[in-house]
């Protein structure tokens, strides 16, 4: 009896001591970290800290010299439109009713020309037209002496004195309708002279206008008031800034990217922005082409509507995503990726012995890493720290 439970305990334990035996050293379950070999769709990309800056915060200016008066606070909201300060310039307001009334006399300048040029213009007309009746009475009489002297009633001095006066008659006629015609283009080129004078002041009245209507400057933005640049009734000249506008609907968050991904970077690469427990989507807007202390400025911008409860210079997690790779096999990332240089790991097998292969590795994420060869789908390998193996071929992993 004793022997034969000896021989069923031999029978039993004889596979524990077999593997005990193919193993060179053993290491507890308890410290190992195991993952299985999996095909599907890889996203390369890259996590890094980014501050949210505000992507339109002009600042405004005074617009002429004058005394400020402020309307909003620091921190104020504003909307678009909404006046914020206004500067009050004298100068430009007397400026602006001297130019104003300058327009009006030359209105009223314009019209007495028009009038006179109307006047002067029927004059010529009617020396023309007393030219005509000249001319056509000369003809009268020509053809009259053209007859008489046909009869012989009259003397040849007599019809040659009809014909010079029918001559005379025709050249005055000539000059007239051409004199007319000169003194109308004479006449309507001072008259568009003066139109152009009249235009051009009121060019002159419409500059000044915006100016004094510049004088109450307006947030180009809805957002919120940032820092005044200047004091209550403060005296200031052209282009003082006076405050900063914040465009609270259009946020970027402003991302220090690792030197070792800046060849990888392109404008245009779709992004992850966490903000608290939620996730929206983002596009790389911007790469710097510098590098500052091993790190590339990146500006990535959010791709639609963000969140509203955003501040400046606030921290956030941006993920970009570099490239994709679609139906390959893939496994969960861990520290065998540094302890074995992405050239090696160990497989588990059914007899609980791991078994070191050499591997190739492709892409990685933040999560998996591609397998590129050495590895079949469904192997269970070993994804913690390969160090405790010490490079064995064979390692026992015990309970």
């Not at 040029?117 to 000249?134: G, I, Y």
Request: hydrophobic share 45%; charged share 25%.
């Amino acid at each position: 009896m004793a022997t034969l439970a000896i021989i069923v305990l031999a029978w039993i334990a004889a596979p524990f001591f077999q593997r005990w035996a193919n193993a060179t050293i053993s290491v507890p379950m308890d410290r190992v970290r195991v993952a299985t070999v999996t095909r599907g769709d890889l996203v390369r990309d890259v996590s890094v800290q980014g501050r949210v800056v505000a992507a339109v915060s002009p600042t405004l200016y005074a617009t002429a010299p004058g005394s400020i008066t402020l309307q909003v606070e620091s921190g104020e909201r504003v909307v678009q439109g909404q006046v914020v300060a206004t500067v009050d310039s004298p100068d430009l307001a007397s400026r602006l009713q001297q130019a104003e009334s300058s327009l009006e006399q030359r209105e009223v300048e314009l019209g007495r020309q028009r009038i006179e040029s109307r006047q002067l213009a029927l004059d010529k007309r009617k020396a023309v037209d007393l030219a005509k009746v000249a001319l056509t009475a000369a003809d009268r009489e020509k053809r009259r002496a053209d007859e008489a002297y046909q009869l012989g009633v009259i003397s040849v001095i007599d019809y040659e004195k009809a014909k010079d006066d029918r001559e005379n008659a025709e050249v005055a006629h000539r000059h007239a309708v051409a004199d007319a015609d000169l003194f109308d283009e004479r006449l309507a080129f001072e008259l568009r002279a003066s139109e152009l004078e009249h235009v051009r002041q009121g060019l002159l009245v419409s500059n000044l206008q915006r100016q004094v209507d510049d004088l109450a400057i307006k947030s180009p933005v809805d957002g919120v008031v940032g820092d005044l640049l200047v004091a209550q009734k403060a005296a200031v000249s052209t282009d003082t800034p006076v405050m900063a506008v914040v465009d609270l609907t259009r946020f970027e968050i402003d991302a220090q990217i690792p030197e070792s991904f800046a060849d990888d970077l392109l404008v245009g690469m779709q992004a992850e922005i966490q903000v608290g427990g939620d996730k929206y989507a983002g596009e790389l807007v911007a790469v710097s082409p510098e590098i500052l202390n091993n790190q590339v400025n990146g500006r990535v911008r959010f791709s639609q509507a963000g969140p509203t409860n955003l501040r400046q210079n606030q921290r956030l997690t941006t993920r970009i995503l570099l490239a994709e790779h679609k139906d390959v096999l893939i496994v969960q990332r861990g520290q065998f990726l540094d302890s074995g240089a992405g050239r090696v790991t160990y497989v588990l097998n059914s007899d609980g012995l791991a078994v070191r292969r050499a591997i190739e590795v492709g892409a990685r994420s933040l999560g998996a890493v591609e397998i590129v060869a050495g590895l079949d789908q469904g192997d269970t390998i070993v994804i913690s720290s390969l160090d405790p193996f010490r490079s064995a071929e064979t390692v026992l992993l015990t309970q």
